[in-house]
């Protein structure tokens, strides 16, 4: 039994051939209509043509309109990259200003710690030498403190050494371009001190601990807790009138001296040329 074959044709309707003839016929009409108007100049062919171009600019308008968002796209895409570039260079800028900032604020420190050391000492016969505490250690001595100035910038043994709170101690080693400074707390370190308020002299002492005692005080001693004690100037190597310390217990006889100056690590001092 034999199977037909069939094959399908693709047909066009009729109406829908005259359409697409229509259309075509219609183009053609407009546009040489519009070539011929075009000579003419007249009023009729003027507002023809206006009526044409209102109905097809919205159309135009559709057509551009992926093209007008592409390009409107490209544009906020530059902006943004513009933006961003911009924005790392404001940030930059604002670090660079917070670092010069840093500095400034170190430089206004630095600039007021020397400033309080011309204060320290009224007695206008003394030179004064600025240098850095460099460490806080020990050795040979128990506590004492690097200086970043020796010989070659005037410093000599026994000097004394303050900063902008009083007393430090005094030179006791000096090299070139180093010298040691042995601290008040230190067990080798005597100071010939004064109360401020009962005016009674006396050894400041050191003990190796945070607060150094006084020595030699009368039996009938008037010093009480929280009077300043000075240098007295005696002995030939403190001026007179550095602030040392304040009082911190009177016990049974034993007076305890909390210094002025407890730590100076990383500090400026100044070492005085004081002339006798």
Do not use: C
């Not at 100049?41 to 507002?47: I, L, V, W």
């Not at 070659?152 to 070139?176: S, T, Y």
């Not at 400041?204 to 005692?213: D, R, V």
């Amino acid at each position: 039994m034999l199977k037909k074959n069939h094959t399908h044709h693709l047909t066009i309707s009729p109406s829908r051939d005259f359409v697409t003839r229509a259309s075509v016929v219609f183009m053609v009409i407009v546009a040489t209509s519009l070539i011929v108007m075009s000579h003419t100049g007249s009023n009729t062919s003027s507002r023809f043509r206006s009526g044409i171009v209102d109905i097809l600019a919205p159309v135009v308008a559709l057509a551009n309109a992926p093209i007008d968002t592409i390009a409107s796209m490209g544009n906020w895409v530059k902006e943004i990259a513009n933006l961003r570039a911009e924005n790392i260079k404001l940030k930059n800028a604002n670090l660079q200003l917070l670092k010069w900032q840093d500095m400034a604020k170190d430089v206004q420190a630095e600039n007021e710690n020397l400033r309080s050391l011309m204060s320290v000492i009224p007695d206008k016969k003394s030179n004064y030498i600025t240098a850095r505490i460099v460490s806080d250690f020990g050795g040979a001595y128990v506590r004492s403190a690097l200086i970043s100035g020796g010989a070659n910038q005037g410093i000599k043994k026994d000097q004394p050494v303050i900063n902008e709170r009083g007393l430090v101690g005094r030179v006791i080693e000096v090299g070139d371009n180093s010298s040691r400074a042995l601290l008040l707390s230190d067990i080798n370190s005597r100071v010939p001190v004064i109360s401020e308020d009962s005016r009674e002299k006396t050894i400041l002492a050191g003990n190796n601990n945070s607060l150094p005692s006084l020595s030699y005080l009368s039996p009938n001693s008037a010093i009480k807790v929280g009077e300043r004690i000075l240098t007295s100037g005696d002995g030939g190597i403190f001026p007179r009138g550095i602030a040392v310390g304040v009082v911190e217990s009177v016990d049974s006889g034993v007076v305890r001296v909390h210094p002025f100056v407890d730590s100076v690590s990383g500090e400026y001092v100044s070492i005085v040329d004081y002339k006798f």
